[in-house]
């Protein structure tokens, strides 16, 4: 059983179960089927979360580069990762996620 860090809310979602909320966000935002109101509160969880969610990948990038640290000579070496094409939004108003 990985250790888990405890958070000031212990019933905070886990990256993954904040990363899928979020994708289940920008769908229901994509559908154009709610209302302006919950448009708006689900943009506001969808900002939480998208800050959230860097501020861990953040911390796990330092991680990486403590450890890469401890094998002797201080450097940094660039993770990579195969990164999606940004969707440019359509003039219908599409948000650019």
């Known amino acids: 059983m990985a250790n888990k860090k ?3 809310g212990d019933d905070a ?3 993954e179960q904040a990363l899928e909320r979020l994708e289940t966000i920008v769908h229901d935002l994509e559908s ?3 209302t302006l109101e919950d448009s708006l509160a689900r ?3 969808g900002v939480k979360l998208s800050q959230r969610l860097t ?3 953040d911390e796990a ?3 990486i580069e403590r450890l890469t640290q401890l094998g002797g000579t201080p450097a ?3 993770f990579e990762v195969e990164e999606r094409p940004r969707r440019e939004p359509s ?3 599409e948000l650019p996620f």
Request: charged share 35%; no cysteine.
């Open 6 to 8: 405890p958070t000031a």
């Open 13 to 15: 979602p886990s990256f």
């Open 32 to 34: 154009g089927e709610l």
């Open 43 to 45: 943009y506001e969880e």
């Open 55 to 57: 501020v861990t990948l």
């Open 61 to 63: 990038e330092k991680r």
């Open 76 to 78: 940094t070496e660039p």
């Open 91 to 93: 003039s219908e108003g």
